[in-house]
């Protein structure tokens, strides 16, 4: 360990140095001009500097003076907080030929905003700008911008767009004039010239779940750049986004560099608002000391806390990143001693314009005695210039990050950096806006503690989804699938009245991706089984009906802890039984737990009477009861989930079940009633049977000891249950109640003003995750205006991209649908397809199994059976509309009424989609599956369902009589006082 003296002292002097530069203001808090009188704007007012940056987001978008004049109106008209140059602006221009002017000055205002921090369009602004900072003694590193790729062609231009540029610029550079400092650091040779990429934008279906075939596609486009970077002489750096990505990139880095052996240029970014970093760095220099090599590591601060902290917290996974800026600091410097400790191995590149983590890094090099060449600053362009130009004089190597790019895609890159600069813990604004202290700037970052969050026990969350970068997981998940294939073929028996009865006839369960297996066979029930069931049933009942709503609760959080113990074998047989891929199969049992957790709360919560109004000498109560005997009737496509939180809402509320599982998915059936059992479900409460539709499930309903019916499945089916339970009978005791759900024909709208790389996306998760085999998928696409074209070019690219096969492979995304029948209605609907409309695409998928590709129509009649049939297949059918009011009134021309979205950045849009798309789940600039408990609560109207929301605080009442008893507590004049 090096002993450092008094390193404190000759960071505050060195910080002096640089703090004498906060008079020479950087551009864009110079409010002189007007784009830092616009940001000294936004940094005063939060609401102006949301709705500032929203509209600078969705500008590049809008094709016409009408699009953004008026959105300007939409995004300021009424913003007290808007400068009044824009208030007063706002009334002239909409009027005459000034939209046409105003649209004009709006673009070229908003460009001259992303010139401050993007370098350039192509590479050829990109050398102009390279040539220019050499002559002024600064090096360059260059970025091209395009966060997220969704297709292998655009993978694949992403990575021409590097090849071209270094062979371009390689000529060029090599007649620059020669600069000392720039071309050496303490090692030797340095290239003139860098290149920072993103692992993540070459290669679409990037994912950890698909953890060696992601590296194997991923190095097969990183090989070129590093042939063409060795050939050309130019460095590069690996640069980090998300953290879910940051084990995949860090190990595709060091293979990728040990195929290279003989390239010595290498780099790597980590980032310090990372709770792991440190491991990550002393990792990597343990890689690299082992394989006697050095590369550079940038040091930078991160640069997606905000997403990171939503999107971690949104999943229910520990936070990766320190909350506190100051531990962020703290960690920076933390890892700076580290690099400056190991420079032997690493070449410390310090990405910071903070002058604390700069005079640290100086301060420590001094006593280390390392060279002024062997450290690296580097600084982002448009940002710090007065610092960057005052390091160099100091004698460090200085190199400017350049991200180059189009606007469109460029606008995530400045809305960052807008967001950086104008937060109050930047250090620019404090540094340059706030004229802050030199004690304040120059103080060593005092972690804080921590927050902890304690999980009450009343307190509802939802299960967090399984985290496939962890190594763990994945090797569980492999475990699992083999586990449960040994599995196969082995029999299951009913269960009625807490005894497991086998029969000689027996539904058996094959794989879908491949009929050949058989997953299981379980035993087929008949009307005398059913009539049993029933018996035990009634026989259970008043003991059950009695248990208290806690204890009731319990048994349903005892059962989610067995869901918790076999949460990986029911994902694998899920995988196996119904063809959902790793991530789907895991979010059903996800689900399934969610049901149990957030019932057993509810019926907590409804279990306790409720004293009515405030009536002198009289007592009101209200409290529910439980109808009686339910039979669930489950489907396939959420065999876990949906049965789960039927079976288990109608438990927790008092009644005993008769269950009757898909025939597709009964050993999974079979799976949920062990897990109830196990957590000590008294017998004749639940019971388990499987078998056909016809004769056990219409047999039930008709019934005379059914009181009510759960049911999930298609609209013929549901109406017939309906009809059959509304026909009373002798003997009958009550109405028998149906709570039904039964599919949709969901729409999703797109306007154009939607930002594409998240419309391609969500659309394309909610039409093909599972094949389109959820009621929530969407069917139906309708476009408003000229985005139509663009968009449906990207989706069929990024269609083009997916992987099909089997299931249990961690890279497929397109599965088998559940059989052949449903198979054929897919081919057939096809079929009709192609005489009602045009075929856009179509993708053939082989197998042993049932596969149906992928098929896009357009021009599609919003009355033809194309649009208005539920398929339940991976078909889309696009829909023009000229407006948003002939979109909703397309979208809403349908017999189903359950999901529906829209992809907007317009608020007057998304405004009317709110008030008159009706569907019971609406999803703004998202997915339109994946509907959360207890945050979506989820269910539709019309031909979709009665209008009950599973997940939802009005569930349980479905499965309940209200009661209400009244009582006259006066007795001869005398009362109790209330």
Known sequence: ????????????????????????????????????????????????????????????????????????????????????????????????????????????GVRSIAGQFIAGEDHHDAIKVLGTLWEDGFAGSIDFLGEEVLSDKEAGQYMLRYLQLMETLAPVAAKWNHDALLENDDKGQLPRFEIS??????????????????????????????????????????????????????????????????????????????KESRTDLLGLIAWARKKKRRVSVRLVKGAYHDYETVYNMQKGWPLPVFENKEDTDNNFEVLTRILIENAEFVRPVIATHNIRSISHAIALGEVSNLPNNALEFQMLHGMGEPLRRQLKKMGYRIRVYLPVGDLLPGMAYLVRRLLENTSNVSFLRGFFAENRSYDEIINPPEPKPHRTWEKLPVEFRNEPPLDFSRAENREK?????????????????????????????????????????????????????????????????????????????????????????????????????????????????????????????????????????????????????????????????????????????????????????????????????????????????????????????EYLVTHKAVDLIAFTGSKDVGLRLIKLAAETSEGRRNIKKVIAEMGGKNAIIIDETAELDETVKGVLESALEFQGQKCSACSRV?????????FLGRLRSAIESLRAGLPEDPATL?????????????????????????????????????????????????????????????????????????????????????????????????????????????????????????????????????????????????????????????????????
Not at 492 to 500: A, E, L, S
Not at 509 to 517: G, R, T, V
Not at 590 to 607: H, K, S, T
Not at 905 to 917: D, E, G, S, T, V
């Open 814 to 978: 397109i599965g088998p649908v559940i059989d052949n029948s449903a198979l054929k209605k897919i081919q057939n609907f096809i079929e009709v397809g192609k005489k009602e409309a045009s075929l856009f695409f179509s993708r053939e998928v082989d197998g042993k199994g049932f596969f149906a590709g992928p098929v896009i129509f357009v021009g599609v009649n919003p009355s033809s059976a194309l649009a208005q049939e539920e398929i339940f297949g991976p078909v889309i059918a696009v829909i023009r509309a000229q407006d948003i009011d002939e979109a909703i009134e397309i979208a809403n021309n349908s017999q189903y009424a359950l999901t529906g979205g829209i992809f907007s950045r317009n608020p007057l849009n998304i405004n009317k989609a709110c008030q008159r798309f009706a569907v019971g789940n609406l999803y703004i600039n998202r997915k339109i599956t994946g509907a959360l408990v207890g945050r979506q609560p989820f269910g539709g109207s019309g031909m979709s369902g009665v209008g009950s929301k599973a997940g939802g605080p009005d569930y349980l009442l479905q499965f309940m009589n209200p009661r209400c008893i009244a009582e006259n507590m006066m007795r001869r004049g005398f009362a109790p006082i209330s």
């Open 477 to 697: 998940m492999r475990e699992a699938l083999q586990s449960e294939r040994e599995a196969f073929g082995k029999r299951y028996p009913i269960h009625i009245d807490g005894k497991d009865i086998f029969r000689e006839k027996e539904i058996v369960s094959l794989n879908p991706a491949d009929l050949e297996e058989i997953v299981g066979r379980v035993s087929s029930t008949d009307r005398n089984d059913a009539e049993q069931a029933a018996a035990a049933a009634v026989k259970a009942w008043d003991s059950w009906r009695s248990t208290a709503p806690e204890d009731r609760a319990d048994f349903l959080f005892r059962t989610a802890a067995e869901f918790r113990k076999r949460r990986f074998e029911l994902a694998a047989l899920e995988v196996y039984e119904v063809g959902k891929t790793w991530k789907d199969a895991d979010g059903d049992i996800v689900e399934a737990i969610d049901y149990l957790e957030f019932y057993g709360r509810e019926m907590i919560r409804l279990g306790r009477p409720v004293n009515l109004g405030h009536y002198p000498g009289e007592s009101n109560s209200y409290f529910y009861e439980p109808r009686g005997i339910c039979l669930v009737i489950s489907p396939w496509n959420f065999p876990l989930a949906i049965s789960t939180g039927m079976v288990a809402a109608a438990l927790v509320s008092g009644n005993c079940v008769i269950f009757k599982p898909s025939g597709f998915s009964p050993v999974t059936g079979r799976r949920l009633v062990d897990a109830f059992k196990d957590a000590g479900l008294p017998n004749g409460v639940l019971q388990y049977l499987p078998g056909p539709g016809q004769e056990v499930g």
């Open 197 to 274: 990429f993103k692992v993540t934008s070459l290669h679409s279906q990037l994912d950890p779940v698909n953890w060696d075939g992601s590296i194997a596609s991923a190095k097969e486009s990183i090989r070129p750049i590093v042939a063409t970077a060795r050939s050309t002489k130019a460095s590069l750096c690996f640069d980090m986004e998300q953290y879910y990505c940051k084990d995949l990139v860090i190990e595709t880095f060091k293979q990728v560099m040990e195929e290279f052996g003989d390239y010595p240029y290498a780099g790597i970014a980590i980032q310090a608002y990372l």
């Open 782 to 790: 309708i476009t408003v205006g000229d985005i139509h074209d663009e």
């Open 1 to 108: 360990m090096k002993i450092y003296g008094d390193l404190e002292k000759r960071i505050r002097e060195i910080g002096r140095g640089l703090y004498g530069l906060a008079g020479d203001v950087p551009s864009i808090f110079n409010k002189r001009r007007w784009m830092g009188r616009l940001m000294d704007h936004a940094m005063k007012d939060a609401e102006f500097r949301l709705n500032l940056f929203r509209y600078i987001d969705v500008l590049p978008s809008l094709k016409t003076s009408d699009l953004i004049v008026g959105l300007l109106q939409e995004y300021f008209s009424g913003l007290p907080g808007a400068p009044l140059i824009i208030r007063k602006g706002i009334d002239r221009i909409s009027r005459g030929f000034m939209p046409v002017v105003a649209s004009k000055m709006i673009k070229a």
